[in-house]
Nanobody, 118 residues
């Protein structure tokens, strides 16, 4: 069974940090490009960051320099999002997303809520 399970969300004050985790199982994680996508209340989905199977990364301009995406193919089969200098506009549900390279199969997690508020 394919699973992407996010964790690490919560309530944090502006300027604070959170680290999101996404545990993957049921598909070849090492050959899947992984991303984080967020959706704020009343808005459409927004790309946040991606990390390819070769560890190359790309970020939305709104988070570049504040967020860092990483992955562990060897031990945990997980992708992480370190979020620093959080702003109220970062408030959203954050989803873990994978695209398997050879088949373009899409995988989605159920999301984790991040709220940035004083």
């Amino acid at each position: 069974e394919v699973q992407l399970v996010e964790s690490g969300g919560g309530l944090v004050q502006p300027g604070g940090s959170l680290r999101l985790s996404c545990a993957a199982s049921g598909f070849p994680f090492g050959s899947t490009d992984m991303s984080w996508v967020r959706q704020a209340p009343g808005k459409g989905p927004e790309f946040v960051a991606t990390i390819d199977s070769d560890d190359s990364t790309n970020y939305a301009s709104s988070v570049k320099g504040r967020f860092t995406i990483s992955r562990d193919n060897a031990k945990t089969n997980a992708v992480y999002l370190q979020m620093d200098s959080l702003k109220p506009e970062d408030t959203a549900v954050y989803y873990c997303h994978g695209i398997r390279i050879l088949t373009s199969t899409n995988y989605w997690g159920r999301g984790t809520q991040v709220t940035v508020s004083s």
